[in-house]
């Protein structure tokens, strides 16, 4: 499989691009959200969203050209409760989020997220608290977070961002999930398990002490 990834650190990715309000996206747009945040080619969302049609999906990817492909095939299905959109989802998300009707975010989905291995790289990768603090501001209480990965070290990451956001309780008891529990595998999933390798998942709440950010767009004081 190759891979092309992108510097989201860069200026180029680092220009604040605004998300289009929900009215603007969808025809229904106070139906219940899922979000799936580096949705790549969209595959995932494209099955979702059939199945759930009662429910809007968004999907955020950093990588244009994977958008187009996705959206190209979106519009040939029909599907008017499906949107995929090109963003850098650690600097647009946040603001639009902080806009969303509360109670509206029923589920987020970060599945594969790419692993930047270099220690230098770290902070390329886009489970950071300030995104998770982001999330669960407007997550509704019975919402749901799903994080997968199949590398441990990027999942043992992603769980130290959400432990340090003080944003998130556990839903799932605290351990891993055997099974995903979503109707759909997403490409990389598929991947990962045709090679018989494990994938890691766990499940979160907003957490009941969570107050929300007071200043989530990071307005100076
Ligand atoms: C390894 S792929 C996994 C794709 C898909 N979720 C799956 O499981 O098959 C990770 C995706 O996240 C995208 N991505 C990385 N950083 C991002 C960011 N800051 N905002 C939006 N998408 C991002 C990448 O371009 C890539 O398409």
Redesign the pocket.
Known sequence: MV?Q??N?LSSFFQLERPLPPLQELFQQPERPLHL?????RGR?LLAMAPLHPQRLHLG????RS?VALAEADRERLALDNLRLLF????VSLPPWLAALPRGQLQLVTI????PWFKLRHHKRR?VQPELLQALATALDPEGELLL?SDVPMVMAHMLEAVAASGAFEPADGGTWLAENPLPVP????RHVLRQGLPVYRRLFRRGRSWQGLHNPIGIPS
């Open positions: 891979r990834h992108v989201p799936d945040i580096g949705c790549a995932f955020l990817e950093i990588r994977l963003a850098n989802a650690n599945q594969f997220p790419d886009m997968q997403t490409e990389r999933e």
